[in-house]
């Protein structure tokens, strides 16, 4: 009874509340307050507009190596050459052109498997968080187990298995990815599934598809939001592992792990090779955690001007 009474009650005030509003903080002061994550989007959209027009803006062919030119330091340094901006790798193919490329490897791999992970993990969560009960046990249960084991020595054994490739390295890192949402969201779902705004949809004769697709889903999106953008730099960060491990794509496709595999065979005489796929990698996973950071408080409508 007293839940039924909630409920209408819940359901009067929602009828007669008026449409929700952010906070007067005025949008200058919001945006000068993540500064810092405008930067980190100006990084990233650079990124990725290179590796999308990585066929017009990259130098030379990144495939095609010249013997005769192997190993030329970049042009500030002594016999460098103004043709190899950044040199030359071992078999004389131009860095900066298998630079471009290689972050299409990187992202790709970073979004596609954020993209996978947030496709098993959001479901599980929602559904674990709303309707609880054994369902949400065996979930809990699942995301606990998938915790507790080693998502590098997972990775080791599903791709030793399957085979070094590109999709299989999507699999795994979305494999190892989806705990993280189902815990966020299902937190999430349980908080909200006791609000007045879900008791109001209740008590107006909402059915369960539809307060979780019209009143709590569409408050999970910031925060989904926030998490996907700072997997994607944690998945850059694994395939890179991964790629350097020799686990990854294979040469002579570029990736940034596996360049810096590569290059640690020359890392204490030739440091560009270790050194510039390492700085690609760095910049990338720092403009996107800033971003993340950024929209996390943009989006948060409690955060202080």
Do not use: C
Request: charged share 15%.
């Amino acid at each position: 009874m007293a839940t039924e009474t909630r409920m209408a009650e819940a359901a009067a005030a929602w009828r007669e509340a008026p449409l929700d509003v952010r906070g007067s903080v005025p949008l200058r002061h919001r945006l000068w307050r993540v500064r810092y994550g405008l930067i980190g989007a100006f990084a990233v959209l650079v990124i990725l507009a290179g590796s999308f027009l990585a066929p017009w803006v990259a130098p030379h062919d990144p495939y095609r190596g010249i013997v005769s030119q192997r190993l030329i330091p970049p042009a500030w340094e002594a016999k460098g050459s103004t043709l190899h901006l950044l040199g030359t790798d071992q078999v004389g193919r131009d860095y900066l052109s298998r630079l471009i490329f290689g972050s299409r490897i990187s992202l790709a791999a970073g979004f596609l498997s954020t993209l996978f992970a947030a496709l098993i993990g959001i479901p599980l969560g929602v559904t674990a968080g709303y309707f609880g009960g054994r369902w949400d046990n065996f979930v809990s249960f699942a995301v606990n187990v998938m915790l507790a084991f080693p998502g590098v020595l997972l990775a080791l054994a599903v791709i030793s298995v399957l085979g070094p490739s590109f999709f299989n390295l999507i699999v795994v890192l979305g494999i190892t990815s989806w705990p993280l949402y189902t815990r966020v969201v299902r937190a999430e779902v349980m908080s909200y599934r006791e609000q007045e705004f879900t008791l109001a949809a209740r008590g107006i004769g909402g059915t369960q598809g539809r307060i979780i697709l019209r009143h709590i889903f569409p408050n999970l999106i910031s925060t989904i939001l926030v998490v996907s953008t700072l997997e994607v730099a944690h998945n850059i960060l694994r395939e890179a592992f991964l790629s350097f491990l020799g686990l990854g794509v294979q040469p002579p496709i570029p990736s940034w792990g596996g360049m810096l595999s590569e290059g640690r065979t020359y890392m204490l005489n030739l440091w560009w090779l270790a050194a510039f796929p390492g700085i690609a990698i760095f910049a990338t996973t720092l403009g996107i955690n800033l971003l993340g950071d950024a929209l996390r408080d943009f989006l948060d409508p409690h955060q202080a001007a």
